[in-house]
């Protein structure tokens, strides 16, 4: 059994740097340290919280319960052809450094997503994208524990209901715990520049993957906040997606708002409504919207976790209030 701890302070262990407590608190280094404190009859009645790099999630009070860090380790090779790689990776794997060691290794797929923070389990349960390029585009199975019943599971790509930043274990009820995950990865080169400002930055003679992450990277730092500066959790909110007469609708009093087609409605802007209310750049005491991404709320000082909500709320009573559309929180809020 893993060393299990008390009254743990969580302020290093979300990018926010709230500080919030943990009743109980545990890091497990594999399959069966998880499944014996799942297995524990004292444990099992506590509520409990899965804990990765804490880069999506804002604690707003102390948690009573049980919060269960996965921290397992490794990333093997399990399949290979003359074009592709199957690679079994662990769930507490830092997300960046697997995308780094992928570039190493010449396997494209993941490469956009350079330098998102967090692990790479929490990368697969919140379908983490950017750029034009999302996770579930290269994962082929996902393996769990039931936290309940300690079951293993195994779903493929297509049972995990991978949507737009979501995905069936992102649901408040999901009682699987993500352990593994397989990723199929291109060894052809083989690029994604449907971002435009990516693809205009790179000339396409001289498109490498490690072109592309440098790329990314400059991008990312001209744009986002370094979370151990001005610390925060990304994009707060996501991009709502309305009906296409709502959009019709809205355009004839705003012609540029920026949206692009999705599934069968629109996808709009978040960082836009956040924008045209006036947000960007303001403070608000200790918290903040950060001047260069509206969609990113700052901890500028001590703010608690409750600061920061109050300010994501007001935001979103704004949004209501001038463009009839709500907008909800791409961040977890406990
Ligand atoms: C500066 C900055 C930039 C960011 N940029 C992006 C971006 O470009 N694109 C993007 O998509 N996101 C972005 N994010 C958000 C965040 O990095 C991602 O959502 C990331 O995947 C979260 O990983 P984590 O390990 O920190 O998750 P955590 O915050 O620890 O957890 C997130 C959720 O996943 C659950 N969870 C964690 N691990 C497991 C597991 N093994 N099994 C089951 N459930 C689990 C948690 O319970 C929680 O509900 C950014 C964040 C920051 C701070």
Not at 76 to 85: A, I, Q
Request: proline share 3%; charged share 20%; with cysteine.
């Amino acid at each position: 059994m893993p060393n299990i701890q008390k009254n743990i302070s969580l302020k290093h262990l979300n990018t926010f740097h709230v500080e919030a407590y943990a009743q109980y608190f545990v890091s497990v280094r594999t399959n069966e340290e998880l499944s014996s404190v799942l297995k524990d009859s004292t444990l099992k009645k506590l509520p409990k919280f899965i804990l990765g790099g804490g880069s999506n999630v804002l604690f707003t009070k102390d948690f009573k319960g049980l919060i269960i860090k996965i921290s397992n380790q490794g990333i093997k090779l399990v399949k290979e052809t003359h074009e592709h790689v199957w690679l079994l990776a662990a769930a507490g794997e830092n997300w960046t450094t697997f995308v780094h060691d992928c570039i190493q290794h010449q396997y494209a797929g993941v490469e956009n997503l350079f330098l998102i923070p967090g692990s790479l389990g929490a990368a697969i349960v919140q379908n983490a994208g950017a750029y034009g390029m999302e996770t579930a585009d290269t994962v082929q199975c996902v393996e769990t524990i039931n936290r309940y019943t300690g079951d293993i599971k195994r779903f493929l790509a297509e049972e995990c209901q991978f949507s737009y930043r979501s995905s069936r274990f992102k649901t408040k009820k999901n009682p699987f715990i993500i352990t593994h995950a397989v990723f199929k990865l291109s060894k052809k080169p083989c690029f994604r520049l449907d971002y435009e400002p990516l693809r205009q930055s790179i000339p396409k003679s001289d498109l490498t993957l490690q072109k592309i992450a440098d790329t990314i990277v400059s991008i990312r730092q001209s744009k986002l906040p370094d979370y151990r500066k001005y610390p925060n959790a990304g994009s707060f909110f996501k991009n709502p997606v309305i009906s296409v007469d709502q959009f019709a609708q809205l355009a004839q009093s705003y012609q540029h708002i920026p949206h692009w087609s999705y599934n069968s409605g629109v996808k709009i802007a978040a960082a836009w409504l956040i924008e045209q209310c006036g947000f960007k750049g303001k403070r608000f005491g200790n918290v903040g919207v950060y001047h260069k991404h509206a969609l990113v709320l700052v901890n500028y000082g001590h703010a608690n976790g409750k600061e920061i909500k109050a300010l994501a709320d007001h935001i979103v009573q704004k949004v209501i209030e001038k463009f009839n559309i709500l907008l909800v929180s791409e961040v977890m809020i406990l």
